[in-house]
């Protein structure tokens, strides 16, 4: 069995703290958890939140790289269609290296308007920007001289250096909820869930064995964890170290 932990650097006003003890704190509790054996830690991605919603999952992810050397750092999830994928793919790169083959890139199309308009990009353009940003990272970490010609993404003999550590790059996740799955390529892994009244179900479904994607779960502070079905339930706001079968 193995467990995790996500953080999302909240500080909200009714418990208001100076942002770099906050974020001084965070770190020194993940160190910790790698320390008491824990398995992943998940980083979770919104913007233009008032209580300081992490924006910058990458950025936190490599603070973490180089203050642990066996936890699993993964991002839960980034919001790519936000993003240029290939300076995506370069800080995956080096989170990569920094951690020494211990991250997973965990990417979504995000779903809240205002991010949106406030960064000027049409939602209904989200899910196609997902599947070209994904497809494209993913050649970036495995491929060299790329030339690619797409909708919103063009490269031109393109390689990255330095290369990944993890053979074919990072593991790549893509969330997805209430069963709707983003317009992304065939034989991809998915994080996917759906709600159910209070209860929420986390799935994590294994697409294709030739992706490179082995099967990883983790929880949060208030989540129950089962590794015999894969999926994560829902239980509270109490952390709970009990597993659900």
């Known amino acids: 069995m193995k ?3 996500m953080f999302d650097f909240r500080n909200p006003a009714q418990w208001r703290r100076p942002d770099p003890a906050v974020y001084r704190s965070h770190l020194d ?16 991605d919104h913007h233009f939140v008032e209580d300081g919603y992490n924006p910058s999952v990458l950025s936190v992810a490599a603070a973490i790289a180089v203050r642990t050397s066996r936890i699993r750092i993964g991002t839960f999830v980034l919001l790519l269609p936000f993003h240029n994928p290939v300076r ?3 800080d995956a790169i080096c989170i990569d290296i ?3 083959g211990q991250f997973d890139l965990g990417v979504g199309q995000g779903y809240r308007a205002e991010e949106f308009a406030a960064l000027n990009i049409p939602r209904a353009e989200r899910s ?7 497809e494209l990272i993913h ?3 495995k491929e060299k001289a790329i030339t690619l010609e797409d909708k919103y993404n063009h490269v031109n003999g393109m390689t990255l250096y330095p290369r990944p550590v993890q053979p074919n790059g990072p593991p790549i996740w893509i969330g997805c909820a209430r069963r709707r799955r983003p317009n992304a390529p065939r034989g991809w892994a998915f994080i996917c ?3 159910s009244g209070r209860t929420r179900r986390f799935r994590i ?4 064995a030739s992706s490179g994607v082995t099967r990883r779960t983790s929880t949060s502070r208030n989540s129950a964890l089962c590794t015999s079905r894969a999926r994560w339930i829902k239980r509270g706001t109490r952390p709970r170290r009990t597993c659900t079968a």
């Open 3 to 5: 467990f995790g932990v």
């Open 139 to 141: 050649r970036l970490f």
């Open 128 to 134: 196609a920007r997902l599947a070209e940003a994904i």
């Open 98 to 100: 920094l951690s020494s």
């Open 205 to 208: 479904r294994r697409r294709c």
């Open 88 to 90: 995506v793919a370069e």
């Open 29 to 44: 509790e993940i160190v910790r958890l790698e320390e008491l054996g824990y398995h992943n830690v998940w980083l979770t």
């Open 193 to 195: 869930w759906r709600r």
